[in-house]
């Protein structure tokens, strides 16, 4: 199982970015300009440079626990987790400060002109470690077994040149820039508890609706198992023995 599962939470997010809109512009969107000399606080680079799909099961006919990956171009991710990274993974991307703290920070767009733009949480620490704070729902498939729908999870770095910010141009504004951001999102179901049971009767809901115990049931077995049905990662007959599913975008 990999090590990143130990961080996730389930949590709500609740929180607004109060920005002071100042006169640079990116296309016909007003940008903010980060307004606090933290040393930190300002625009990074980032681009995504890999997609990958994972599960984490026993396949048919094993009997042990498997991870399998396959790599995915970026225009094949779900359409949730797509909309999701684009409205705040931007190049550039702005980086900025929780006020009055050491080790807590946000990543917004700057091509987003609302109050209260859409973001992410993460904390760092004094080598500019980043690490996205898990958010999640947590939905009962059995009264032993525990969907975790986590939005998101990751690990990463900001990246500061040696030489110090440097100008570059965006939709023709000159922008500065402070370095780069490395991080790594992932989005999925994970399964706690005993779930052969609950997750045989989603598995058998799917194959014949007839079989479907709520007339609910067949619409979440396709939200949580269809697109990596649709990718092969896994079969009917494995959805049973399934422990982890997820999707992954590495930023550089």
């Given at each position: 199982?990999n090590?990143?599962?130990?961080?996730?939470?389930?949590?709500?997010?609740?929180?607004?970015?109060?920005?002071?809109?100042?006169?640079?512009?990116?296309?016909?969107?007003?940008?903010?300009?980060?307004?606090?000399?933290?040393?930190?606080?300002?625009?990074y680079?980032?681009?995504?440079?890999?997609?990958?799909?994972?599960?984490?099961?026993?396949?048919?006919?094993?009997d042990?626990?498997?991870?399998?990956?396959?790599?995915?171009?970026?225009?094949?991710?779900p359409?949730?987790?797509?909309?999701?990274?684009?409205?705040?993974?931007?190049?550039?991307?702005i980086?900025?400060?929780?006020?009055?703290?050491?080790?807590t920070?946000y990543?917004?767009s700057p091509?987003?002109?609302?109050?209260?733009?859409?973001?992410?949480?993460?904390?760092?620490?004094?080598?500019?470690?980043?690490e996205?704070t898990?958010?999640?729902?947590?939905?009962p498939?059995?009264?032993?077994?525990?969907?975790?729908?986590?939005?998101?999870?990751?690990?990463?770095?900001?990246n500061?040149?040696?030489?110090g910010?440097?100008?570059?141009?965006?939709?023709?504004?000159?922008v500065?820039?402070?370095?780069?951001?490395?991080?790594?999102i992932?989005?999925?179901?994970l399964?706690?508890?005993?779930?052969?049971?609950?997750?045989q009767?989603?598995?058998?809901?799917?194959?014949?609706?007839?079989?479907?115990?709520?007339?609910?049931?067949?619409?979440?077995?396709?939200?949580?198992?269809?697109?990596?049905?649709?990718?092969e990662?896994?079969?009917?007959?494995?959805?049973?023995?399934?422990?982890?599913?997820?999707?992954?975008?590495?930023y550089?």
């Amino acid at each position: 199982m990999n090590s990143w599962i130990s961080y996730i939470f389930c949590g709500a997010l609740a929180l607004t970015l109060s920005l002071v809109t100042t006169g640079c512009r990116f296309g016909n969107r007003i940008q903010e300009k980060p307004p606090v000399k933290d040393g930190l606080t300002g625009f990074y680079e980032t681009l995504p440079t890999e997609a990958n799909v994972f599960a984490s099961y026993i396949p048919e006919g094993g009997d042990a626990f498997q991870d399998k990956t396959f790599p995915l171009e970026l225009e094949q991710l779900p359409a949730a987790f797509a909309e999701d990274l684009m409205s705040v993974m931007r190049n550039p991307v702005i980086f900025q400060l929780k006020k009055q703290s050491t080790d807590t920070g946000y990543l917004f767009s700057p091509y987003d002109s609302s109050e209260s733009p859409p973001f992410f949480k993460l904390t760092y620490d004094s080598a500019l470690n980043l690490e996205l704070t898990a958010v999640g729902n947590e939905t009962p498939l059995s009264d032993t077994c525990t969907d975790i729908d986590f939005r998101y999870v990751g690990k990463g770095r900001i990246n500061v040149p040696a030489t110090g910010a440097y100008q570059k141009n965006f939709d023709d504004v000159p922008v500065t820039i402070s370095g780069r951001v490395e991080l790594s999102i992932e989005s999925g179901h994970l399964f706690e508890g005993e779930c052969a049971s609950a997750l045989q009767s989603l598995s058998d809901c799917l194959k014949n609706s007839s079989a479907c115990a709520k007339s609910s049931d067949y619409a979440r077995a396709q939200n949580i198992f269809g697109f990596y049905l649709e990718k092969e990662l896994l079969t009917l007959d494995d959805i049973p023995y399934v422990s982890l599913l997820g999707v992954q975008v590495n930023y550089e």
